[in-house]
């Protein structure tokens, strides 16, 4: 048996409303992956409930880096997602410096159908894009594509070849590859698309649409395709991995009727996360 790599996931601790490391555990765990979290805040509830109690940790991450450092600790990748203040992108910038080895994965979680969270600063936002430059993966949604990139956040469907460019422009900032995801595609569905800027290729999973967003789905995605990628797939694969589960589990919920805040009802199908199901539905875009 191997050791599980490991995982230091830079993110929020929210008691209600399934994200952040409410759903990054779990999955990443079911995908024989030990995660190390860095809690960046504790909230009663994530910020989508309007009311919710916090405790920023910005004082927290950097004594904690100092700790895993002393003790020599090796982590096969970082992944840095919600943060509760811009001092923090320097805490997760020393975290990234600390372990050249590791995979840097970055989320840059801003905000969602075109506004930004709730906590989200204008300065907060800014910075956002010094930690993309040194990432070597981001998974930004839409409305995070759009606010790295100084783009309106497109209101209807989008073209291939305007996702292409993103996409490209997006790597340009930094990071080797990039994975879009909630993207309306004007030839139907709701897609995933990705760029692998050293191949020079671009691929597309196509998703069915379901009314309704649900909160965490970007963690979700995000914390699938990592456990992929550590596991050995390819980026396509693990793009297909991520959004066959993401959407499977958004499914199930839709069918309860069950309010957006609380997030997918993912506990259910965690043991799918461990099967060998054959992953080949993906194209170029
Ligand atoms: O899933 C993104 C997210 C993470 N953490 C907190 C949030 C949100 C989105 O609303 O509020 C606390």
Redesign the pocket.
Known sequence: MTAPKRVAAI??I?GL?R??LT?IIPVLSAMGVQVCPVPT?V?S?????GE?V?RDLTDYIGSALDHYKRMGVKFDCVYS??L?SSEQIDHCLDFFASFPEALKVV?P?M??NGKN???YTPELCARMSELVAVADIITPNLTEAAILLGEKFPEGAVSASTMKSWLVRLSQLGPKTVVITSVPLLSGGIATVGYDSERGSFWKITGEYVPISY?????MFASVLVGGILGGDSLPIAMNRATTFTTSTIKTTYGYGTHWTD?IMFEPQLFRLRSEAELNDYTNL
């Open positions: 993110h929020d929210s409303g994200c952040s759903v805040a909230l509830a994530h910020t989508g409930y919710f916090m997602g919600f509760a989320d979680v905000g969602d969270y709730k906590t909160s965490g789905s970007g963690d997030g």
